[in-house]
């Protein structure tokens, strides 16, 4: 299962190397299956373990399983061995856009075209509660059509609950970029923090140089805490307004995202067809914690392992469930059930994999619990208390699952409305729902 020669695993072929950092190296690749490009970051195991970077290299995944927008870079599959780590993501032809900008500065409307797409693939992920909290122009990159690409999640943070009030600490990101209140060490808005970092990549876009810069670093720093720049000759009246509503020292009184793209300028040449629709990601990555296990094949190693914690059922269970035999129709209409069944041939883990990841959506919290159960909670109050799911996977066979969903506490209505959220979800994994012939069809 090993890199063998320029082939791995006898899915992808190496090719040249695009780049390389302290722990990880950055391939050209061809798809065997496909003959597609794509680019094979390959991260050291030993290297990553000694650094530190353990939670780093999950939260990465993790993130990435929750956002694909044509704005944000693709990962399509992870892959591990012993000793490497594989990302198998979407090649960027193009380059990063900061050998754009070094080349020199791009004339206003080349510039807004890319911040449209900046703009709209952070709005995404602020949507999934991503906050990415190191956005450059080293990590935005082009591809063969010159759309923008936003990469390396690696310092991002992933907030659960979409809640106000629910601030960043860790200290992280490019300090030329950072916002003033990321540098003072306080807790911070990851949202405000992001439309900051914007806001300097659309000054250094439009200048070809930072708006923020002193050879001395705390020097730089009081430049950024007073938001002390000037803007060149060329900047329009309407970039300067705008760039001093996200340049605002004050988190407070910073531009939000939705204000930006109803901005007149940011508006010019932006169609309705230009904010693409994004979807969630449903690919079969390896937990993220299964990658650091001694296995080579993490995938089916996780499998077996989460096959192992779920319930069995027996023949009598089996026969209950036949469509003959499903006698809850007699009770209550699908429309009126409070427990929704389906059948899966996905492995457990998947099927954990896509509960967790539409609860993030839905911003909820997940825990997992023994028997294959896993509680959905939301976190906020409604009209009889938080509202509670319990999710059961039951085992016919190593490739065959139930899944069994229902309200454990809160208001009936909520959940009702939230299932409407959840089932359409699910349809990526489900082999037939169980009493609900309609949907069979």
């Known amino acids: ?71 944000v870079m693709e990962l399509y599959e992870v892959l591990a061995t012993k000793t490497k780590i594989y990302f198998i993501m979407e090649y960027a032809k193009g380059g990063e856009l900061f050998n754009k900008v070094a080349k020199g500065r791009l004339n206003e409307d080349m510039a807004r075209k890319y911040f449209q797409q900046l703009i709209c693939a952070v709005d995404f992920c602020h949507s999934r509660g991503v906050y990415h909290r190191d956005l450059k122009p080293e990590n935005i990159l082009l591809d063969e ?69 002193d050879m001395n670093l705390m ?51 932006l169609s309705k067809a230009d904010k693409l629709k994004a979807e969630v990601t449903d ?19 996780e499998a077996n392992q989460e096959s192992s914690k779920v319930t069995n059922l027996n023949a009598f269970d089996i026969i209950s469930l036949s469509a003959g035999f499903d006698l809850s129709g007699l009770f209550a209409t699908s429309d009126e059930k409070d427990d929704l069944k389906f059948t899966s041939t996905c492995s457990a883990s998947s099927i954990m994999a896509k509960l967790e990841d539409i609860a993030h959506i839905l911003g909820m919290k997940i825990s997992k619990k023994d028997g294959g159960l896993l509680k959905l909670e939301t976190s906020r109050e409604g009209r009889r208390g938080p509202l509670s799911i319990d999710a059961q996977i039951f085992e016919f066979t190593p490739s065959f699952y139930l899944v069994e969903m229902k309200k454990s506490s809160g208001d009936t209505l909520e959940y009702h409305k939230k299932l409407e959220d959840i089932r359409p979800a699910l349809k990526d994994i489900v082999w037939a729902w169980q009493g609900e012939q309609q949907l069979l069809q």
């Open 1 to 71: 299962m090993e890199k063998k020669g320029n082939i791995l695993m006898q899915k992808y072929e190496f090719g040249r190397l695009l780049g390389q950092g302290n722990f990880a190296k950055v391939y050209h690749a061809r798809d065997l299956r496909t003959g597609d490009n794509v680019a094979i970051k390959v991260i050291d195991k030993e290297k990553v373990l000694k650094i530190g970077l353990i939670d780093q290299t999950k939260r990465e995944i993790s993130i990435m399983r929750l956002v694909k927008h044509p704005n």
């Open 145 to 213: 059509n010159g759309t923008l690409k936003v990469t390396d999640f690696g310092l991002s943070a992933l907030v659960e609950s979409h809640r106000e009030g629910n601030l960043l600490n860790t200290t992280c990101g490019t300090p030329a970029y950072v916002a003033p209140e990321v540098i003072s060490r306080k807790a911070y808005d990851g949202a405000k923090a992001d439309i900051w970092s914007c806001g300097v990549i659309l000054y250094v876009l439009l200048a070809g140089h930072l708006p923020f810069y």
């Open 219 to 269: 020097a730089m720093y009081r430049k950024i805490a007073k938001a002390n720049y000037k803007c060149p000759n060329w900047f329009s009246f309407e970039v300067r307004r705008l760039l001093a509503r996200i340049l605002d020292p004050n988190p407070n009184t910073r531009i939000s995202l939705s204000r930006i793209m109803e901005n007149s300028w940011f508006r010019k040449g």
């Open 283 to 301: 690919a079969a990555f390896p937990n993220a914690d299964a990658i650091f296990g001694p296995c080579e094949n993490s995938t089916s190693a």
